[in-house]
Each structure stands twice: as C-alpha cells, then as structure tokens.
C-alpha cells in the first residue's frame, strides 16, 4: 500500500512539473531551421507557415537558414537540438526520403531522430528551357537528348539529391534518355546559368520559378512534372501530355521536431501549423505559387514519409546515384 502510494505521489509530480511547462508554451520565439539557401522554394514554405503560424502560437518563429549537403546540415542542427520546441525544422522529399540512399555518412536517421509535425505544402517539379531554345515540346527534348553525338543534354538541379535532381533520374529511365545532371547551390546560381546558357534544361520546384517563368521573357516551361497541369500554368502540359512516359512527381515540405518532444508541445505545434494552414492568406499566397497547402500531420505524415522512401529509395538504387 505505501509503495502504491509511494509510485502515485512521483507520477502526480511528474505530472505537476510537465504539464505547466507544456501550458506555458511557447513562452519565447520558435527557431525554424530552413536547410537549404534562401529564396528557394524551402524558404518560401517556410516563411510563409511561420508567419502563419506565429498568430495561433502567440510568438514569432525566426527563420534561421542552415544549407548544406544536400539540407543534411540544417536537419542535423534540427536532431541535436534541444527536444522543447523551440527548435524546429522544415525538412523536404530530399533530407526526409532521399538523402539516406545516397549519402554514406548521415548525421541523423529520418525515420528515429524526428517527431512529424505538419506537411506544408506539395506543387509539381517543372522542366524549362531558355525562352529563345529550339526544343519547344518534351518530344524535342527527347529527340534532342538521342541525337546529340559527344555533347550530352545537360540539366541543372538545385543541388545533388533534391527532388528536381531524381525528377531528372527519373526522367530519364521513363523517356530511354540520357543526360548530363549538373547540381547548383540553389536556383539564386541554377537560374542564370540557364539563362547565360551554361546549361541546357533547369528543373526545379515550381514555386522557385514561377516568377521567371510567368515573365516568359528568358524561360519557357516544356512541362511539369504531375499527373495534372497546374492551376499557375495552366497552358504548359504535363509530362504524361507529352506522350514520352507517365510521371506523377510532387515536392513536398513538411515541419519536424527533434524526437522526444514532449506529447503536449508537439500537439501545440500541429494544432499551429494546422490552422495556418486552413487560413485564407496562406491557401491564397500558396496558391500563387504553385503550391498546395499539406493536410497530413503526426503519424499520417510518418506514414506518408515511409512510402516516399521505399519509390525514391529503388530509383536511386536503379540508376545508381550517389553524392559523389
């Protein structure tokens, strides 16, 4: 009976120290860690939920920009912080379902060293050209790519396993084509090396590229990479349009916590991030983009990330992509 006691009295107190602190939270400003450079389409989505979210947590979340390996960096940061919630991230399809396939040393685990929080957004990958190119279809690029003798097709990319870098793997495999994939820190250097005609085809996600893109003066877009053309571009066809092969390739962003988050700070945080969301500002400035605001959160997401590993990690085996 006194151990039975005994036991009760150091779980209320365990209760009694938890739950004010949860109460209390957020009780200063949320870092949000961004892995990649700013002004791409991480740091859009990530700018954009944390003004949203500040509103619904009662505090800013400053935006701290950590690129690096592909966004293993900035994720690393994300795993060694503190599990209290004031150190978050915003992981993407590349540092969440990717990287682990084709970087041999890691500096954490996606599926063990993060708490899912809220997917943010998703929008399709997009293929362009100089606006002035002679490929005006994906045919032409295809033709392009099978008839140059010595002097491959080259795509730039934002960086080696991002997303755009396997839309261009993949690309490949499906169209029987082979080119040259060329990875750049970001679309701040990818962009005018397509312009100044250093390559000859940019991927990236459209959001990065909408702007350019809508311009149409030094970039025109061949196709995007979903199952459905998008509503920022309605006249520019989707690869499967094209006839050359069926793709249906999104990018995806989504915010994580250090595992051990405490139960309660994690629930605050997906309640946030979830009412951001549905607010009328965010669905309108995503939607302005390119982009659709996410809907999964917790262990739907984890679920969802568990899938995106096994499509990507068999890509990634199969045309033997590595860092290097």
Not at 151 to 161: D, E, Q, R
Request: aromatic share 6%; proline share 7%.
């Amino acid at each position: 009976m006194r151990f039975t006691l005994l036991v009760a009295a150091c779980a209320m107190a365990t209760m009694m120290a938890v739950t004010p602190a949860a109460a209390d939270y957020p009780e200063r400003p949320v870092t949000l860690i961004v892995p990649y450079p700013a002004g791409g389409t991480t740091d859009i989505a990530a700018r954009a939920v944390a003004q949203a979210m500040a509103p619904f947590l009662g505090q800013p979340l400053v935006v701290d920009n950590r690129a690096g390996a592909g966004g293993n960096i900035g994720m690393a940061v994300v795993k060694r912080a503190q599990p209290d919630g004031y150190t978050i991230g915003m992981g993407t399809i590349g540092t969440q379902a990717i990287n682990e396939f084709i970087y041999k040393d890691m500096a954490y685990d996606p599926a063990q060293d993060f708490t899912p929080l809220a997917l943010v957004f998703t929008t399709p990958n997009v293929i362009m050209v100089r606006a002035d190119s002679g490929m005006k279809t994906m045919q032409d690029l295809v033709a392009y790519a099978k008839g140059s003798r010595g002097k491959p097709l080259t795509y730039g990319s934002p960086g080696v396993g991002s997303s755009v870098h396997l839309t261009g793997a993949y690309l490949e495999q499906i169209a029987g084509i082979e080119m040259l994939h060329v990875p750049f820190r970001g679309v701040a250097a990818s962009m005018p090396a397509l312009i100044g005609g250093q390559i000859d085809v940019l991927l990236d996600n459209l959001p990065s590229a909408l702007g350019q893109l809508k311009d149409g003066t030094r970039v025109r877009a061949l196709a995007v990479t979903s199952a459905e053309r998008s509503p920022s571009l309605p006249d520019v066809p989707t690869v499967s349009d094209s006839g050359i092969g069926k793709m249906d390739v999104t990018a995806w962003f989504a915010l994580y916590a250090p595992a051990g988050i405490p139960g309660a700070v994690r629930d605050r945080l997906i309640t946030a991030a979830q009412q951001a969301l549905q607010t009328d500002a965010v669905k309108e400035q995503f939607r302005s983009v390119g982009a659709v605001p996410g809907r999964l959160a917790g262990r739907d997401l984890a679920n969802f990330e568990d899938q995106e590993r096994h499509r990507w990690g068999e890509l990634v085996k199969a045309r033997e992509i590595n860092a290097n």
